[in-house]
T-cell receptor, first 113, second 115 residues
Framework: TQLLEQSPQFLSIQEGENLTVYCNSS?????LQWYRQEPGEGPVLLVTVVTGGEVKKLKRLTFQFGDARKDSSLHITAAQPGDTGLYLC?????????????WGLGTSLAVNP | EPEVTQTPSHQVTQMGQEVILRCVPI?????FYWYRQILGQKVEFLVS????????KSEIFDDQFSVERPDGSNFTLKIRSTKLEDSAMYFC?????????????FGAGTRLSVL
């Protein structure tokens, strides 16, 4: 069974600080996706990383896929209150042909002004 | 921008009743998914659907669950006899392809409350 462990589960920081969220597994994933979910809404895709070692940047967000495609990180530089929300990682499973997503528990981020 | 639409946004039902959750995937997408998220727990895969049949289903997706694409636009999840533990957010997703890195687009979800 493929599992994704995401940490930390909760994070409260001050505006301007940097933070990193981690997503780890003992399994290899075809790709790893990061989502943001607002209360009462569905997950919204931020980025997909596919190649081992890949780094993608989205403004102040930097996403990295581990060389072995078993882990990923999300780094936010100079966090803003607008970054507050739930961040979820999801790995594309290798079983079957329809690429089901296997999810981490999420990191609830609060950025205080 | 195209989006996945789910109705209703909130469904309240009595234990033992049947419920149908509805989804309208993005029009040119061919792969459809249902996930659920029990409060405080991980999002869990339920089922994937392609070419009018189930491609893969999880252990959660037992005989009480079924999916259907009754016409060219809707994709439904039916729970025949709801249990208290079926209370959760149910998310529908669709994707254009199944290749590696395929993007699944999610609806806003249906909150199912079983009393």
């Amino acid at each position: 069974t493929q599992l994704l462990e995401q940490s930390p589960q909760f994070l409260s920081i001050q505006e301007g600080e940097n933070l990193t969220v981690y997503c780890n597994s003992s399994s290899v994933f075809s790709s790893l996706q990061w989502y943001r979910q607002e209360p009462g809404e569905g997950p919204v895709l931020l980025v997909t990383v596919v190649t081992g070692g890949e780094v993608k940047k989205l403004k102040r967000l930097t996403f990295q896929f581990g060389d072995a495609r078993k882990d990923s990180s999300l780094h936010i530089t100079a966090a803003q209150p607008g970054d507050t929300g739930l961040y979820l990682c999801a790995g594309e499973g290798r079983a079957g042909n329809n690429r089901k997503l296997i999810w981490g528990l999420g990191t609830s981020l609060a950025v205080n002004p | 921008e195209p989006e996945v639409t789910q109705t209703p946004s909130h469904q309240v039902t009595q234990m033992g009743q049947e419920v149908i959750l509805r989804c309208v995937p993005i029009s040119n997408h061919l792969y459809f998914y249902w996930y659920r998220q029990i409060l405080g727990q991980k999002v869990e895969f339920l089922v994937s659907f392609y070419n009018n049949e189930i491609s893969e289903k999880s252990e959660i997706f037992d005989d009480q669950f079924s999916v259907e694409r009754p016409d060219g636009s809707n994709f439904t999840l039916k729970i025949r006899s709801t249990k208290l533990e079926d209370s959760a957010m149910y998310f529908c997703a669709s994707s254009e392809s199944r290749g590696s890195g395929n993007i699944q687009y999610f609806g806003a979800g249906t909150r199912l409350s079983v009393l």
